[in-house]
């Protein structure tokens, strides 16, 4: 198990690597120039030349790269060009907002993505399970930000029973940081919701038709028992994997979600970045999103081995 720690902790610091080089070229090839968006629409050639040459910006490209590789294998991500402020200290500030979000959604979509998976499975070729899959089909296909303006339509502004936008930190109260939570939540995790679901059923009608499964039924064993304890626990490795897939589909999702809502987190952060063309917020932001990323999918795969004693690494 050791062993297979570290061989997947040393392919993660590659993937790592190519994924900062990826980043780093794709923005300096795209089109746009920080130094003009800093100057302003009436700044002459001669003042963006100038703004160009303090950020480092007339540098040959292996300079930029190599600077920003050493100051960030010690542990700086940079300074903001248009804030002055070091990348780190930026995202700390916006990370509340999107860790709160981030874990309502997942807990949320996995305690119902599941539920309603045993039940579609449980009660397969019935209502309930046809219901589900027109449910699936409408949480596959429309886009995050049309829920979200759906939600806050009916409940905000219609219902007024929630807040149109915005966000409150924790330290205001439990029940103001749920309720500023609550549409953003939902919206988000309607996709997820629908694809555990689906990757729950598939899985629990193949495992309820092994032998064991009767065996049990004919022993006596109660309903949940059954579907719980022997037949969700053989069909937990499809789901455990999506839902290490959800977190790549989380990334994108909460920075179309905290735009609709207004919320100030890093998804809100990275997209001013990017109009912005604030490099260092946004080679830091993805380089952390990728280490998360890594990490997530090795705890996916040591916990195989926790659900399915057969897997051994």
Not at 149 to 173: K, N
Not at 182 to 198: E, G, K, M, Q, V
Request: glycine residues 8%; charged residues 10%; hydrophobic residues 55%.
């Amino acid at each position: 198990m050791a062993s297979y720690i570290i061989r997947r902790m040393v392919s993660a610091i590659a993937v790592m690597a190519m994924v900062g080089t990826l980043v780093f070229l794709l923005l300096r090839l795209s089109p746009g120039d920080p130094a003009a968006i800093i100057a302003g629409d009436g700044a002459t050639p001669d003042v963006i030349a100038g703004i160009q040459a303090k950020l480092g910006l007339n540098d040959p490209l292996p300079v930029q790269f190599a600077r920003w590789a050493f100051h960030l294998l010690r542990g700086d991500f940079g300074i903001s060009i248009f804030t002055g402020r070091p990348v780190l200290q930026l995202i700390s500030q916006r990370l509340e907002p999107t860790i709160s979000l981030s874990i309502l959604t997942m807990f949320s979509s996995v305690m119902i993505g599941i539920s309603l998976g045993i039940l579609a499975a449980w009660r397969a070729g019935h209502l309930v399970d046809r219901a589900l899959a027109a449910f699936a089909a409408i949480g596959f296909s429309v886009p995050v930000f049309v829920v979200g303006y759906f939600l806050i339509y009916w409940f905000a502004i219609r219902m007024r029973w929630l807040p149109v936008q915005g966000y409150a930190p924790i330290e205001q109260g439990l029940v103001p940081w749920i309720v500023h939570l609550i549409l953003p939540t939902l919206a988000l995790s309607i996709f997820y919701i629908a694809l555990i679901a689906r990757i729950t059923r598939a899985s629990m009608l193949e495992v309820l038709s092994e032998d064991y499964m009767r065996t049990a039924a004919a022993k006596g064993a109660s309903t949940i028992s059954m579907l719980v304890h022997h037949a969700l626990r053989n069909a937990g490795v499809p789901i455990l994997t999506v839902v290490g897939v959800c977190f790549v589909y989380l990334i994108s999702g909460a920075i179309i979600t905290e735009t609709v809502f207004n919320i100030p987190g890093v998804g809100r952060l990275i997209v001013d970045a990017i109009n912005n063309r604030d490099y260092p917020i946004i080679q830091g932001v993805l380089i952390l999103a990728s280490g998360v990323y890594v990490l997530v999918n090795l705890a996916v795969d040591l916990t195989y081995t926790l659900i399915d004693p057969r897997i051994r690494y």
